[in-house]
């Protein structure tokens, strides 16, 4: 028989728990929670346990268990190690008529506890009748990192003002819209931006007037990372999911993109492998237009939208035209390929800094204060440079670092086909010649590069002899 499901007002009622460990502790913060009078039933109490009946929280029945325990109970949950003892406790509740749970022992039960995600007053509750638990824990995952933390203080605001929202919009399809603005629109993003106080009086401006508010549109500035989906946070992932429209630097990976709500419209802009490039004005007019037309735009970056990402000027931009936005940060390729390739940026015998140093173009090559470049013990992670790779190294040698200082040199950081070339900064431009690194990569100088050819993990690893390929292919030729 399927069972049936039922979310159950215990607020001042008696619930009965037999049983004094971990597991019985877990169970009571739950019952707590919903306001539950809890009585536990032991021979002995865990810490947690105890500590809520010297507070007075919870009623204790020390002992062995007696059925006398039921008595004026709602509810009984049996959290023994004992299966018999639970199969009594179970059997003598059944005949009280009382709804039982003996934990993980669906055989035994009357009822089931769900797994669990909580946004209240919003709770969704999966059971599987103990026949997957694997999956409805996997499922929870998902929902859990589907449903943004505010979804909960947006409810608690909106049953608040039920009463006034009905009131003013009477007629069902007004309503409806009414709602859908509340969910999509700006008191949700304020609440998401943690200004409760200001969400709350736009509801109330909403509110004194007559018309549902036209759909506002938003824009989420958002950090993909550097290629690898895994390294997406929580927050970009549920920003994906609710595009309606999304605009993407082009070398966005397609896994990540396949992670975006199905029939979002997907726009790429910026540079492309080809060499056409979005001027950075139409990017801005491309995120005007569907703001305006009430979408929700996410401007998905690479890395971190605020590392040479043009996030500011974005900003800058969307502010002038009172267009209201919120920043996702990303992994930026820095952290991402130092971790990828087994470099930590700081050490403490090493590098006490870190600096994160762009070689984008000859007159920025000119620009960057070599001298300070160059000092030891300090770790350089430097962007866009594979096309300069020779002036750099004849800047940072003739400023005074080592030709012997340490690089590792990471392209396509984090993505299957990563490669890391490691050696001296003086070979640094034949060696990437001979490996033909391209673009995207990221050159990590200093002396935490060196770590990189003991503790690299991801992809393939390139470099000078000894090192291990070249030692492989060289057994292999020999064979
Ligand atoms: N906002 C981005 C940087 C954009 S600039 C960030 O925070 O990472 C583009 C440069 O970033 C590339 O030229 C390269 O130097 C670096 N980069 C981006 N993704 C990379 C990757 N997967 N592997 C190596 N370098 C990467």
Redesign the pocket.
């Known amino acids: 028989m399927p069972l049936y499901p039922l979310f159950a007002d215990l607020n001042d009622r008696h619930v009965l728990v037999v049983g004094g460990g971990d597991v019985a502790a877990r169970k009571t913060a739950m019952l707590l929670k919903a306001g539950a009078k809890v009585t536990v039933g032991a021979p002995v109490l865990a810490p947690e346990l105890r500590e809520w009946v010297q507070q007075g929280r919870i009623i204790y029945k020390s002992g062995a268990y007696q059925p006398d325990w039921l008595d004026g109970t709602w509810l009984v949950i049996a959290a023994t190690r004992s299966r018999p003892l639970n199969a009594r406790i179970a059997a003598d509740g059944h005949v009280r008529q009382r709804l039982v749970n003996v934990v993980d022992d669906p055989a035994l039960s009357s009822f089931q506890v769900p797994a669990l995600i909580d946004r209240s007053p919003l709770l969704v509750a999966i059971s599987s009748h103990g026949a997957a638990p694997m999956l409805v824990r996997r499922l929870r995952e998902r929902i859990e990192s589907l449903l943004d933390p505010a979804l909960g203080s947006l409810l608690q605001l909106a049953q608040r003002y039920r009463a006034r929202i009905r009131a003013r919009h009477t007629d069902h399809t007004q309503h409806r819209r009414f709602y859908d603005w509340l969910h999509d629109g700006p008191v949700h993003a304020l609440l998401r931006a943690a200004q409760p106080l200001h969400a709350e009086r736009q509801l109330v401006a909403a509110l004194a007037d007559r018309a549902v508010p036209k759909a506002t549109g938003s824009i989420a500035l958002v950090?993909a990372g550097?290629?690898d989906p895994g390294l997406l946070t929580l927050r970009a992932l549920r920003a994906l999911n609710e595009a309606d429209v999304i605009l993407h630097d082009a070398?966005i990976s397609e896994p990540i993109l396949d992670l975006a709500r199905r029939d979002a419209l997907r726009i790429t802009v910026g540079k492309r492998g080809g060499g056409t490039h979005t001027p950075q004005a139409s990017i801005h007019a491309l995120m005007l237009e569907h703001a305006r037309a009430g979408q929700r735009v996410v401007r998905l970056?690479?890395?971190?939208?605020f590392?040479?990402?043009r996030g500011g000027e974005e900003l800058e931009f969307l502010r002038a035209h009172n267009v209201s936005y919120e920043v996702v940060p990303?992994i930026?390729?820095?952290l991402?390929?130092a971790a990828y390739s087994g470099v930590p940026l700081t050490h403490r015998d090493h590098a006490q800094s870190v600096r994160l140093v762009?070689a984008h173009c000859g007159q920025s090559l000119n620009t960057l204060d070599w001298s300070e470049l160059a000092r030891e013990r300090q770790t350089l992670a430097?962007?866009?440079?594979?096309g300069q790779l020779d002036e750099l190294t004849q800047e940072l040698i003739a400023h005074g670092r080592g030709g012997d200082t340490p690089f590792a040199l990471?392209?396509?950081?984090?993505?299957p086909q990563?490669r890391t070339l490691t050696g001296k900064l003086g070979d640094l431009p034949a060696l990437a010649t001979r490996h033909a690194i391209s673009?995207?990569?990221?050159?990590i100088l200093g002396e935490v590069a060196a770590q990189a050819d003991a503790a690299h993990w991801y992809g393939e690893l390139l470099g000078d002899p000894p090192q291990h390929l070249a030692y492989l292919r060289t057994l292999a030729d020999a064979a």
């Open positions: 950090g550097p290629g070398l970056k690479g890395g971190d939208p590392v040479f990402g990303g930026t390729a820095a991402a390929c762009t430097i962007y866009m440079g594979v990471i392209e396509n950081g984090t993505l990563q673009a995207p990569a990221l050159l």
